[in-house]
């Protein structure tokens, strides 16, 4: 008898663990607000493994959850909810909403591969999938109209999503930082597609649309509005050294071409206005871009880290260069400002570690913070008498590797007394060299007041000792700044002629050239 009395406790005993493991869970391991005699949680701070959600709250029942309460927490395994809970159950450890239309949190420390969401389900909560590590297929049931924000953000491992046929809607960064993932089909339903939603997929090859789809188009595996006038994405990992947009597209949009590594050159139609911000950040080895004159704006980061890139030249409807616009050039040597630039933003040309030659603007007003910051090469720098505000470090400074600050070793500064270049110079503790204008036209040999070849075909003939040049004369023909009349001045007078160049070195570093 005493034998089975032993039994019948320890059978009672586990059931009341298990009991208390669900209702009687520590009251610090959610927080939570309630509303109206409601409990939302809006925060978890157990150890993972698998989450209870408790029936009630500070005695409220627990109706809601708030977003990204559970996103990347690696430790969960798996969801289980107490079954007096009304609002919420647990389907194969996942979190859904009690009537199963909303998939609320997939465990991200579950340990399955692949993950079929179940029929029935209609929505795809934010950050339902956040930094699942382990999901490398996801399946969606055509019941599924809407996968929200962030929903499959930072899943590193993940190579395959398909869509139902239901999907009308993606959200913000849906798909973002999905770094393995190789191609999307989107159905004919899809009609909103969120911002970033697929920025940083760097295995993508392809993007496929159903041709009854009337939002969305897919040419050559590359994603557009159906108006053709919008590309929206560039497949990052399309081995194409080269593309031409087609004619007819007005915007490229944000990120349309990030981390597209195998493109060396691209050709823009004169149709685009527009350039996105970050729309071609990480193109390592674009090497050629030619911006026509059509486009009016470039937003920020639009050529963040394009390792590849020697040069540019603007077209001359941008006024504003914004911030991060070239940032990590590292190869970018020379660069044409369009005429009519007022403001040069923060980091423009932040650790282009090769740029030795700009010529900025008269029209420029503003050069922001670390505008060129960490340029070692660019040893001095004519500021004309229009900017009124130099931001901090914005010339002349660099940075170790150990994230110590020197200054570039001789650095000058050429502009025009009592203005902010001076200011910023003496504050700086930086040389500056009082601007005086020039009493001839740079370039221009024969003294016809115009740069042309004629111009050229008198520097190669002093070159050779046919003609023997006035100081004036030499002065004009020095147009590299280096202290001698040679071929190669005569061949940048030729580039000028020809449009290939838009100033010459000594306009930008009048007393001061490169190594």
């Given at each position: ?425 003496q504050e700086n503790d930086f040389a ?51 202290g001698k009349v040679d071929a190669a ?27």
């Open positions: 008898m005493k034998k089975y009395v032993a039994i019948l406790l320890s059978i009672l005993l586990c059931l009341n663990v298990a009991a208390m493991s669900v209702s009687a869970l520590p009251i610090n391991v959610f927080e939570y607000t309630i509303t109206d005699g409601q409990a939302t949680i809006t925060a978890y701070n157990g150890i993972g493994g698998e989450v209870f959600i408790p029936a009630t709250l500070g005695d409220a029942p627990v109706t809601d959850i708030a977003d990204f309460v559970f996103a990347g927490m690696d430790e969960i395994t798996e969801f289980k909810v107490e079954a007096e809970n009304t609002a919420f159950q647990a389907i194969d450890g996942a979190l859904l909403t009690k009537d199963g239309k909303e998939l609320i949190a997939y465990p991200p420390g579950k340990a399955d591969t692949a993950y079929t969401v179940p029929d029935g389900v209609t929505t795809i909560a934010d950050s339902c999938f956040y930094y699942c590590q382990n999901l490398t297929t996801v399946t969606l049931p055509d019941s599924v109209a809407v996968i929200n924000n962030c929903a499959f953000e930072s899943c590193l491992h993940l190579v395959s999503v398909t869509l139902g046929n239901g999907v009308t809607t993606i959200g913000d960064w849906a798909f973002y930082e999905c770094l393995s993932l190789t191609a999307l089909n989107f159905p004919a339903t899809l009609t909103s597609l969120g911002q970033g939603a697929l920025s940083y997929c760097q295995s993508i090859t392809a993007f496929q649309v159903a041709p009854e789809n009337t939002v969305y188009q897919s040419i050559d595996d590359v994603l557009f509005t159906k108006d053709g006038k919008t590309l929206i994405s560039y497949p990052a990992a399309k081995d194409s050294t080269s593309y031409a947009i087609p004619d007819g597209v007005v915007t490229l949009e944000e990120e349309a071409f990030g981390l597209a590594t195998a493109l060396t050159t691209i050709q823009i139609p004169d149709t685009v206005t527009t350039i996105g911000p970050w729309a071609f950040d990480g193109c390592e080895n674009l090497a050629s871009i030619s911006i026509p004159n059509s486009v009016t704006t470039i937003g920020q980061a639009a050529f963040q880290n394009c390792l590849s890139l020697t040069t540019i030249q603007f077209p001359d409807g941008i006024t504003v260069l914004e911030d991060y616009t070239f940032n990590g050039c590292e190869n970018l040597v020379t660069v044409q400002l369009p005429e009519h630039l007022t403001k040069i933003g923060q980091y423009a040309f932040a650790y282009c570690s090769a740029l030795y030659l700009v010529k900025i603007p008269d029209t420029v007003t503003v050069v922001a913070d670390y505008a060129f910051y960490n340029c070692p090469d660019l040893i001095g720098i004519m500021i004309p008498e229009t900017v009124i505000e130099i931001g901090e470090k914005a010339f002349g400074y660099c940075s170790t590797e150990l994230g110590g600050v020197f200054t570039v070793d001789g650095f000058t500064i050429r502009g025009f007394e009592d203005s902010a270049a001076q200011t910023y110079a500056f060299d009082i601007y005086v204008e020039s009493e001839c036209i740079i370039g221009d040999v024969d003294g016809d007041e115009k740069v042309t070849a004629a111009d050229a075909l008198e520097v190669l003939k002093s070159v050779v000792g046919k003609v023997t040049l006035t100081e004036k004369q030499t002065k004009a023909a020095d147009v590299d700044g280096s001045d005569a061949l940048d007078i030729l580039k000028k002629v020809v449009g290939k160049i838009e100033f010459f070195p000594i306009e930008a570093l009048e007393l001061i050239h490169r190594d």
